[in-house]
């Protein structure tokens, strides 16, 4: 059951909570189903799992469950485990067998109607569901922490157990952020943005007409270059969903980088991971001008390796660029390996603490979230007392992260290390929102689809009522913003003013 | 049949009995509203309606209900602000309907949820209007006179903020008057200076003198608040027999005339009498002369950091060079011999003023009767005001319309009307009220104010309401009527019953319609239809046949009269409702989690930078500066996380039980206040307000 980690043990513990806790007071007006919305999302980590759970929430899930089960199947008893097929809605391919359970509500952890669908661990099978359920118009992707802020909604966590959901909703929006962060940074970032501004100047021209044409000088040709420019969009987008090829190789498995100042050994830490010489290692500062990107297993767990430039103010152009996109890998990371030089450390043990975070606030540009280790290198041109000195300093400082003295070049110290990163790459490998680039392409997709729906509504009324079609194009902006960000109305005035002469 | 007449009552009392009726009667009043323009009056109505005693205090009860700028009234977004000040039994609505005399409904083509009711209007006749309607209302009396000084005490102890208002004092008299609240509606008079070409001069309104020097120093010197300058301007105004109107193009009015009013049924205007508007454009010649003329224009020059949209013509000449820009030559009423020319309003010298107008080939000869002039004057940030329109700091002061940064008539009086329903309220130690943004567009209005602060004039557009569909200029009456009624106390009993009858009578129609269900082929012999497609097998209902976009209600009602042919009254509004049904119905989800955000108040004195949940230096300091006011307004702050709502959601529903002081300034136990409300949010079924039907 080693599955059974990350989200769903914090889930589980929820729900033992919630069955020794007594009534609590309802925020809601109308109860469970107030929140109308039917979401899913993966609850179980990746890496080594063989059963992968999805869950599924709302007044919807029966409808899922029945779509993704089959129609001539008999519909599950609450709370009892049936072994089904799982097919695609659409295509009615068969994606996976597994087991099915339903929870109807209020007997759910969410209080609403639920579902969970535990299926094969591979990463081919999670992203099939996925989307099966995505190409369902009543369900969307979960955002952070909304299954646990349901079952607070229900009345389903005492108050006194919320304290942690903040900072659960914390760490997924931060795993969030990093995973969208690396799905966003290169061709694919840029086509979504591009989709975005677009979308925005179209509603922006939509609502000039609305609110102003009466007034002022807007022509009625602004809403045809409109239905041009938002036929255009539905056009590219629907061809980006029937991309088979996916435009970009997805980055699966737990990112980890190496990351530090110029010739502190980041290089050969690579190499001594990956046990062969994947990046080119020599005594000059500033070697390493790229990111070096290598798969390496560590304890069973797939992880993404890369080593970056070392971190300095330089003249060199290619070497500024090297720095910025080290920067950006570190943001994108699940973990940081800090790398220092522990022979340029300061001699008298007291300073050492001090030098040392400032050099990881250095690297990690003051992003107190990430998750790191501290790997302090070259412990062989160390003296016997500096190296006691470091270690009792790392002892009596509790704020730094951990920290392993090791020498690349003897080997000294590298199996504790070793044992102390497959332990953090387990944890992360637990975690159900680390590494999963299925799942954020999964949400992608899914909030694409809510683009091209809602702007067929746009076509739907673009000639009976111009206030219900721009109502698509307003939801359209919504489902993108869900990838881009939100655009707000101050910006769509922004426009506004910008491209037409509005007077008072 | 209550309704169905024409409430526009016919008596106009004569100027000089109503000023001597008026004067001071006693010494201390619930409510005292300083400023008699479009806020300060429907302040000053709201509360008396309510219940206060109220004293209006004005420079001139001759400029009451004056139209500063513009003859007109209404419009996109605008017009939907008339009709919600209307269905809170406001001034303004009646008023349009007594004074226009050029209706027209426009966006007509573009849906009815977009639909801007506006109207030019007859100066003489608004003003006779709203100073008879205050004239004649119960416990409300009107003075002349200046506001020379504001009192100013300690605060109630238990109440959130450093002040409390006790009254104030008028020029040239030695008693002050005390009273609980006051509503400032000062306008453009706080610090105002005009300017036109080179000269500059202080006030707040070519003509009237200049006012409020020692209110803007109560507000400035003794609450600290926080104040910025905003500009305006008004266009000269031109002698209609020097217009050649043969070389404008003709706009006429609606033929049938729309009131802005849900208790008119027609206008005092007949259809027949109205006037037209003219629209003409600008040449290469206008903008010549407004380069030529920059040096002489100050309030141009000054323009360090001006409006995202055009408010002058040399605006718009200098940020849109090379075009042509619409000019309406407006009738300002029936029996004036003048010309409003909308999009002309200038600052320059009055002699250029004139040039520029002969540039225009209509205006070629025109006269000027005055020239226009620009206005720049204080407001206070509206950051610093809770949603109720009360001052954070003091307690009974409210402030409404410019003031508070706001441009435009509608947005002043709809601002003028909840902070005068407030004003009563707390005068009565009531608890104060706010209404939704997910409910009115005078909710949009107050909590963009009050949780975004403004950086140019503030106009209402309909793109700021996210729930556009749902706020239709159709159902003002049935989202705010009943509110106003059984929870604000400022809508009169008749009108309320009068928005049961119909919120009854569309009840019924809609099931009506959901009764009759007919296959398409029966439909299409019934009605002689030939829109319904052959092809359609299922049975369809009749209001699946009234979305279609050429049956109207009518057409059923003479199909199936024995069904429809009750509703017929209705039949309008039914399609309406008909047409957004679906569209409100997935609008209320969303709606639903804002309402319930919005009834979670944070209180006043939170002390965010040392509150013992884990959030961000960088939360807490947004949170500290800005104060929001519930969940919901701290959840549309940039900058914040989901995470630290969570802990504010967390902390703020325990908060009533640890007995905090979560105060809006209004009743003598805080916490019950906020009790009351919370429970009161979750018992009301607000839906049944936010989109009836």
């Known amino acids: ?504 | 049949m209550l309704a169905r007449r024409l409430l526009i009552r016919p008596h106009i009392l004569p100027f000089s009995h109503s000023r001597a009726s008026s004067g001071l009667t006693r010494h201390k009043y619930d409510v005292i509203v300083v400023g008699g323009g479009h806020a300060g009056t429907e302040a000053a109505a709201a509360a008396a309606r309510v219940g206060a005693e109220t004293l209006l205090i004005t420079q001139k009860i001759q400029t009451i209900g004056a139209l500063s700028c513009n003859p007109s009234l209404g419009g996109v977004g605008k017009g939907q602000l008339v009709r919600e000040v209307d269905a809170l039994d406001g001034l303004m609505g009646r008023a349009g309907d007594w004074a226009g005399v050029h209706f027209s409904m426009l966006n007509h083509s573009k849906g009815p949820a977009v639909w801007g009711p506006r109207a030019q209007l007859d100066r003489r006749r608004y003003r006779e209007f709203i100073q008879s309607e205050l004239l004649s209302l119960p416990r409300l009396t009107v003075v002349e006179g200046s506001v020379e000084k504001m009192l100013v005490s300690e605060p109630h102890p238990d109440k959130p903020g450093k002040h409390r208002v006790t009254g104030v004092r008028m020029a040239g008299m030695d008693e002050a008057i005390l009273c609980s609240s006051v509503v400032l509606t000062t306008g453009t008079f706080l610090s105002g200076s005009l300017f036109m070409g080179q000269t500059t001069s202080p006030g707040g309104r070519m003509g009237d003198p200049p006012s409020c020097a020692g209110l803007s120093h109560t507000l400035r010197e003794v609450l600290g608040l926080t104040v910025g300058r905003l500009r305006t301007g008004t266009p000269p105004r031109i002698v209609k027999e020097t217009v050649d109107l043969s070389l404008a193009t003709v706009q006429p009015p609606d033929q049938r005339p729309t009131p802005f009013s849900y208790i008119n049924t027609r206008t005092r205007c007949p259809p027949e009498e109205q006037l037209p508007c003219y629209l003409t454009h600008t040449t290469p010649g206008v903008e010549r002369v407004v380069r030529e003329s920059l040096h002489l224009n100050c309030h141009i020059q000054e323009d360090a950091k001006g409006p995202r949209y055009c408010p002058s013509i040399e605006s718009r000449v200098m940020r849109f060079p090379g075009r042509r820009h619409q000019v309406w030559l407006e009738p300002e009423g029936l029996t004036s011999d003048l010309l409003y020319p909308q999009g002309l309003s200038m600052t320059m010298p009055p002699d250029v003023q004139l040039r520029l107008l002969r540039e225009i080939p209509a205006l070629r000869k025109a006269e000027m009767r005055t020239p226009g002039y620009g206005v720049q004057y204080d407001f206070v940030c509206p950051t610093q005001l809770f949603p109720s329109l009360q001052l954070k700091n003091t307690q009974g002061l409210f402030l409404a319309g410019q003031i508070n940064g706001t441009t435009g008539y509608e947005e002043a009086a709809a601002q003028g009307l909840w902070a005068g329903v407030n004003a009563g309220r707390l005068a009565a130690s009531l608890p104060l009220l706010s209404l939704s943004r997910t409910e009115s567009y005078i909710g949009v209005l107050i909590d963009d104010l009050v949780s975004r602060g403004v950086t140019e004039p503030y106009r209402m557009f309909t793109s700021r309401a996210e729930f556009r569909t749902s706020l239709r200029p159709d159902n003002a009456d049935l989202r705010l009527t009943p509110k106003g009624f059984e929870e604000a106390g400022c809508v009169s009993a008749e009108r309320y019953g009068e928005a049961l009858r119909v919120r009854e009578g569309l009840k019924g129609g809609l099931a009506a319609l959901q009764s009759v269900c007919m296959s398409s082929t029966r439909w299409r012999e019934r009605m002689a239809l030939t829109c319904i497609s052959e092809t359609k097998s299922a049975a369809m209902s009749a209001e699946d046949i009234l979305k279609y976009k050429d049956i109207s209600f009518e057409m059923l009602a003479s199909a199936i009269p024995e069904v429809f042919s009750p509703y017929l009254e209705f039949a309008h509004r039914l399609k309406i409702e008909v047409l957004y049904y679906s569209h409100c119905e997935r609008q209320k989800r969303e709606m639903g989690r804002i309402q319930e955000e919005e009834s979670l108040l944070l209180p006043q004195d939170l002390d965010y930078l040392s509150l013992p949940a884990s959030l961000s230096q960088e939360v807490r300091e947004i949170l500290d500066r800005v104060r929001p006011d519930t969940l919901g307004a701290a959840t549309r702050l940039p900058g914040m996380t989901p995470a630290a709502i969570v802990h504010l959601l967390n902390y703020v529903t325990k908060a009533p039980r640890r007995g905090r002081n979560a105060d809006r300034g209004s009743t003598d136990s805080a916490k019950t206040n906020v009790e009351q409300r919370n429970e009161r949010k979750r018992t009301t079924n607000q839906h049944s307000i936010a989109t009836v039907m």
């Open chain 1, 1 to 504: 059951m080693n599955y059974v980690i990350g989200e769903m043990r914090r889930a589980s513990t929820f729900l033992t909570r919630t069955l020794r806790s007594r009534t609590i007071k309802r925020l809601t007006n109308g109860g469970p189903d107030s929140a109308g919305e039917t979401i899913f999302a993966l609850s179980s980590g990746q890496g080594k799992c063989g059963v992968a759970v999805i869950r599924v929430s709302g007044p919807a899930s029966a409808l899922a469950l029945r779509s993704l089960t089959g129609p001539r199947q008999s519909f599950p008893t609450p709370r009892k485990a049936f072994l089904r097929s799982i097919i695609h809605p659409h295509s009615e391919e068969m994606l996976d067998r597994g087991l099915v359970l339903w929870f109807p509500g209020p007997r759910s952890f969410t209080g609403e109607d639920c579902a969970e669908l535990h299926i094969h661990g591979g990463p081919a099978v999670i992203s099939g569901v996925l989307e099966a359920l995505g190409s369902l118009s009543s369900l969307r992707p979960a955002e952070a922490g909304e299954f646990t802020r349901r079952a607070f909604h229900a009345g389903k966590l005492d108050l006194t157990e919320v304290e942690g959901l903040g900072d659960l909703i914390h760490a997924e929006t931060e795993a969030q952020r990093r995973q969208a962060l690396r799905q966003m940074a290169g061709d694919l970032g840029r086509l979504y943005h591009d989709w975005s501004q677009r979308l925005t100047r179209c509603l922006a021209h939509v609502e000039a007409f609305i609110d102003f044409s009466e007034d002022e000088l807007i022509e009625d040709g602004v809403l045809n270059q409109v239905d041009e420019s938002l036929s255009q969009l539905v056009r590219e987008i629907e061809g980006h969903l029937s991309d088979e090829r996916k435009g970009e190789r997805l980055r699966s498995g737990v990112q980890v980088v190496i990351a530090g100042a110029t010739n502190a050994g980041k290089s050969s830490l690579l190499n001594l991971l990956c046990q062969r010489p994947a990046a080119i290692v020599s005594p000059v500062a500033g070697t390493t001008r790229d990111v070096v990107e290598t798969c390496v297993d560590i304890g069973g767990f797939p992880i993404l390796l890369s080593d970056t430039a070392g971190l300095r103010d330089t003249q060199d152009t290619v070497e500024i660029e090297g720095v910025r996109r080290a920067r950006e890998r570190v943001q994108q990371a699940d973990l940081a390996l800090v790398v220092v030089d522990s022979s340029k450390l300061p001699r008298d043990p007291r300073h050492v603490a001090a030098s040392l975070g400032g050099q990881l606030g250095e690297v990690l540009s003051g992003q107190a979230s990430q998750r790191c280790l501290l790997v302090l290198n070259k412990s062989d041109l160390l003296s016997e007392e500096q190296s006691r000195g470091i270690q009792s300093a790392l002892r009596e400082r509790g704020d730094l992260p951990q920290a392993c003295l090791l020498s690349c070049h003897t080997d000294s110290g590298v199996n504790g290390f070793l044992s102390v990163l497959k332990n953090s790459v387990q944890i992360l490998c637990g975690d159900p929102l680390v590494g999963g680039p299925s799942l954020t392409q999964a949400r992608h997709r899914a909030h694409l689809l809510e683009c091209v729906r809602s702007l067929a509504q746009y076509r739907q009324y673009r000639d009976l009522d111009l206030a219900l079609a721009a109502e698509g194009v307003r939801l359209a902006l919504i489902g993108l913003g869900r990838i881009t960000g939100r655009v707000g109305a101050e910006e769509i005035l922004d426009i506004i003013f910008r491209d037409f002469c509005i007077g008072k």
